[in-house]
């Protein structure tokens, strides 16, 4: 956000408050509370507007007379309490200045403390041009009056008209029928300002289009809200649009302006076609939107302001101050702000200062003559950092100011403009907004100049600060003796577990990660060693990994470094006697290329898996030798038969021979092994199987014999007697009888 002070926008507004009517006509001294909704319907197509006010009064002492507002020449104003019309003066006085018109009501009784009332203002509106009003038929541009603090402005503006509302004003979320039906659209303006400054908060935005009271015009004392224009004569719009061709491709530049002001703003709308190329290669990366939206504010005048950027969706609102210049200056600065933002940048001496040091690089191919902000003649010394942080310092010409003149010191101090654009161009590689930390530590590596002492002048209370930075620098020397040795190895970088506590600014870890990475280049230097004497190629496997893992993930894959050396190694010498050709020696140099590329995990298979090829050659033919010898002395029994069920040995024992003769041992261990395995357990199989199967049949006879048992009619259930068991005489058999005889 560039908030300046405007002289013109000072100026308007004490007349607006301070012109008075004539003494004998003066305006009442406020003495109760209002709450108030202006209804604003717009003719755009005649040129006119009617007015309807809607006022609850809450009496602080005993009220006789009440001041509204309305437009700049109001015409037909009544006002009514209760339905009952009341005596009205208008000061017309102030319609010379382009300024409201001020209403007295005279009520019919005196209102008294704490009591309430409702007032109701209406008036019509039509054509005339001023400063801040301009109504003919086809064009309406004006600032539309309000009625103070608690009030409500609503526009209802033909809905396909060209329309263009100064941010802070909203498309209500209710539309009534009969806006709809009049071919209107209703929109609201409350606190315009507070609205405008939250315009990328979409909690904010929504409440607010749904009429909460907070919502209301309370930041501005003044009887105004935000400017609107609607265009229904197509010649009268205000509006220019070019796509800009940029290095990330096309950006649409537009400008949206109030078309009284139509030279301003076609001298804006060239300045920013000319800035946007110059900006994406001044700052080094793309410019961050597919738009580059420039809208006019007079609004944003009003509360001291010449500029306001909005960074997540590449929003500008400009003024029209009266002097080019200084508006030339503004809009580079705001377009700046799309690469030197609150979306990247975490402090406002930062963002400011760099869009302002971009608009003083930019200046003279631009065309722009700066303003001296003379700064230092405002006799404040805070540090940069107490920006809106402690500072009770309110000159925005000195934060402007020096924070400029930082960012220049900063350029030359590091090398100059085109170092600078590389420290620029790294802000936006990384989603974390960058502090004045990041861009010490930034300018230190790209210059490799020590900035302690230009920070203790600007940016950071020396008092505070220095025990820090003498901690940092202590902390950096540690780590400069580090990257110095692990550059004699070969080695580039500092690892990211110690990179990452630098850039955190957390001190107190460094020394003993230091000397843990030291103990790793001792392993590395021992490991480089045992290699040279193996004598493996050179790995960049650790040179590559060193500068972006941790120091144990170095520590580890040294690890597997050395282990691949002796893989390596071990295989080498068993498998000295190898025939030339082999496809064990084919896999080992296979080995060594792994490891030459720093795949030392693959390199540790393949050496181990050329050992195990070399062992499976010589095994597979012994074993299919043992193989047949043992299908020779083979002898079918039953029980053999039934061992052999679902196997194969014959086929298999062939099957090793073809993979044999195809080279490929493992497979032909593998198969013939089976074979033997299969003729020398067949009895054993067999007699398992057949124990198995009589289990089985075992099985099957006892659950028969129980099935049929339950079954049997005359077996005596046996369960105890109680409650829900029926009692049955049993009936007589042959035991009964053969029992009576004895």
């Known amino acids: 956000m560039n908030v300046r002070l405007s002289l013109a926008a000072v100026a308007t507004l004490c007349v607006l408050l301070a012109v008075a009517p004539a003494p004998s006509r003066a305006a009442p001294e406020v003495e109760y509370h209002m709450a108030s909704e202006s209804y604003y319907r717009l003719d755009v197509a005649a040129g006119r507007m009617s007015v309807r006010v809607e006022a609850e009064l809450k009496a602080v002492q005993e009220t006789a007379q ?16 209760d339905g009952t019309a009341l005596a009205t003066e208008s000061f017309t006085e102030l319609a010379v200045v382009g300024g409201p018109t001020a209403i007295v009501a005279t009520l019919a009784k005196p209102l008294k403390p704490n009591l309430k009332t409702r007032l109701t203002l209406a008036y019509d509106v039509g054509p005339q041009s001023s400063e801040l009003v301009t109504i003919e038929p086809g064009y309406i541009e004006a600032l539309f009056v309000s009625q103070g603090p608690g009030s409500f402005v609503f526009i209802d503006i033909p809905a396909t008209g060209d329309n263009y509302f100064e941010p802070g004003c909203l498309l209500a979320a209710d539309q009534p029928g009969d806006v709809r039906d009049a071919g209107l659209e209703r929109w609201v303006c409350g606190d315009a300002a507070a609205i405008a400054f939250n315009m990328e908060d979409a909690a904010v ?5 749904r009429l909460d009271d907070r919502c209301r015009q309370r930041a501005t004392d003044g009887p105004f809200s935000a400017f609107a224009q609607s265009i229904t004569d197509e010649a009268k719009r205000g509006v220019l649009a070019i796509d800009v061709p940029l290095e990330r491709g096309p950006v649409r530049l537009m400008l949206k302006y109030f078309r009284s002001d139509q030279a301003w703003a076609e001298r804006q709308f060239a300045m920013a076609q000319r800035a946007l190329p110059l900006l994406e290669t001044l700052f080094g990366f793309p410019y961050p939107h597919d738009v580059a939206d420039l809208r006019q504010s007079h609004f944003i005048e009003f509360n001291g302001a010449a500029g306001l950027a909005f960074v997540t969706k590449g929003e500008m609102l400009i003024t029209n101050s009266g002097d080019s210049g200084f508006d030339d200056e503004v809009t580079v600065h705001e377009l700046a702000h799309q690469w030197a933002g609150p979306k990247t940048l975490a402090s406002s001496w930062q963002w400011e200062g760099l869009a302002e040091y971009a608009v003083r690089r930019l200046a003279p191919t631009l065309g722009i003559a700066p303003r001296d902000w003379r700064w230092a003649a405002t006799g404040f010394n805070d540090p940069l950092a107490t920006w809106w942080n402690g500072s009770a310092v309110t000159d925005s010409a000195y934060w402007y100011g020096k ?6 010191a900063y350029a030359a101090a590091i090398g100059g403009p085109d170092a600078m654009t590389r420290v620029l161009s790294a802000v936006d590689d990384h989603a974390t907004r960058r502090d004045g930390g990041w861009f010490m530590d930034t300018g230190e590596r790209v210059s490799g100049q020590h900035l302690d002492e230009l920070f203790l002048t600007w940016v950071w209370n020396r008092t505070t600060s220095e025990p820090l930075l003498a901690e940092r620098r202590a902390a950096h020397d540690l780590v400069r003796g580090l990257t110095d040795r692990a550059s004699e190895l070969g080695l580039a970088g500092v690892p990211s577990d110690i990179q990452a506590n630098l850039d955190a600014w957390q001190f107190r870890p460094i020394a003993a990660q230091v000397t843990a990475a030291g103990s790793v280049l001792d392993e590395y230097a ?19 990994a060193w500068g972006t893992v941790s120091t144990a993930t170095t520590r580890t894959l040294i690890g597997d470094q050395r282990q691949a050396i002796d893989a390596i190694v071990g295989a080498s010498h068993d498998l000295a006697n190898e025939p030339e050709g082999s496809a064990a020696l084919a896999e080992l ?9 720093g795949d030392f995990a693959q390199a540790d298979r393949l050496a181990a898996g050329a050992k195990t090829t070399a062992y499976n050659e010589v095994a597979s033919g012994r074993m299919i030798a043992i193989a047949k010898q043992k299908q020779a002395e083979f002898r079918p029994s039953f029980l053999s038969r039934i061992g052999l069920f679902f196997a194969d040995p014959d086929g298999d024992l062939a099957a090793a021979e073809s993979a044999l003769a195809e080279g490929d041992h493992a497979a032909a261990l593998r198969l013939s092994r089976s074979a033997y395995d299969d003729w020398s357990g067949a009895k054993r199989r067999g007699l398992m199987r057949l124990a198995m199967l009589m289990g089985g049949m075992c099985l099957v006879t ?7 048992r339950r079954l049997d009619p005359d077996q005596a259930v046996n369960r105890p007697l109680g409650t829900g068991h029926v009692i049955e005489e049993r009936r007589s058999s042959w035991a009964d009888w053969d029992n009576s005889k004895s």
Not at 205 to 209: F, S
Not at 403 to 408: P, V
Not at 589 to 597: G, L
Request: proline share 3%; net charge negative.
């Open 66 to 81: 009440i001041l509204l507002w309305g437009m700049p020449n109001a015409a037909n104003v009544t006002v009514t309490q």
């Open 403 to 408: 924070s400029a003149a930082f960012w220049d």
């Open 702 to 708: 006892v659950g028969t014999w129980y099935v049929l």
């Open 526 to 544: 021992a490991v480089i060693a045992k290699a040279a004497a193996a004598g493996l190629p050179q790995s960049d496997g650790v040179a590559n």
């Open 589 to 597: 140099a296979e080995a060594r290329e792994r490891y030459a590329d």
């Open 205 to 209: 935005q929504e409440r607010c289009a």
